[in-house]
């Protein structure tokens, strides 16, 4: 089945770092992946839809600044918290789904990230 | 604005009994997900629904939608301690394509022996 593959899956760090995520789809195309954050005990936001080879569509009240998204080929996105806060500690997820087909998105294992 | 909403939010039972889940969502949409989380861990998929009147059963839960009404239900029959888990229900946006998905609050779901 399609697999979805995030690296790291763990960061700890200072209080002004920034992060890099990885997000890459291992045995499929992906013209689109997403990116959510979950609080603890709480649901996923969509934070940002990454789009190949052009801009990322971010969600309302998302900083596109603090939130850069790349998505240079088909199967490679990334997330990366720039200047990290505290307050950005959070599990940081990505998805994606094969091509137009009625699979569901598949989620990579997540990152947690916690700034000290 | 598409709105997810489900309950409960929390559920603890007794391994044996049944139970459902619900799932009311805003706007129409063309596709309803079930995902599992486990504690610490990322989203499971367990059923995808496309159309009206879907019904899709593994193992012991069985997912149903009716688009009309706006409302999926998951339903655990003779639940399992292995079962445990918080469930969440999502959204893609009318228009299909490639939309992210909005998410329920999700059902903390424990179940005792």
């Known amino acids: 089945g399609a697999v979805v593959s995030q690296h790291p899956s763990r960061v700890i760090c200072k209080s002004g770092t920034s992060v890099k995520i990885e997000c890459r789809s291992l045995?499929?195309?992906?013209?689109?992946m997403f990116w959510y954050r979950q609080f603890p005990k709480q649901s996923l936001m969509l934070m940002a839809t990454s789009n190949e080879g052009s801009k990322a569509t971010y969600e309302q009240g998302v900083e596109k600044d603090k939130f850069l998204i790349n998505h240079a080929s088909l199967t490679l996105s990334t997330l990366t918290v720039t200047s990290a806060h505290p307050e950005d500690s959070s599990f940081y997820i990505c998805s994606a789904r094969p091509g137009y087909s009625n699979q569901p998105q598949h989620f990579g294992d997540g990152t947690r990230l916690s700034i000290l | 604005e598409l709105k997810v909403e489900q309950n409960p939010l929390f559920l603890s039972m007794q391994e044996g009994k049944n139970y459902t889940i619900y799932c009311n969502y805003s706007t129409t949409s063309d596709r309803l997900y079930w995902y599992r989380q486990d504690p610490g861990k990322s989203l499971e998929s367990l059923f995808v629904l496309l159309s009206n009147g879907a019904v899709k059963q593994e193992g012991r839960l069985m997912a149903s939608l009716d688009t009309k009404a706006r409302l999926s239900t998951l339903h655990i029959t003779a639940a399992v301690h292995d079962l445990s888990a918080t469930y969440f229900c999502a959204v893609a946006q009318w228009g299909g394509g490639a939309d992210g998905l909005t998410f329920g609050k999700g059902t903390h779901l424990i179940i005792q022996p």
């Open positions: 045995d499929f195309q992906a013209t689109t």
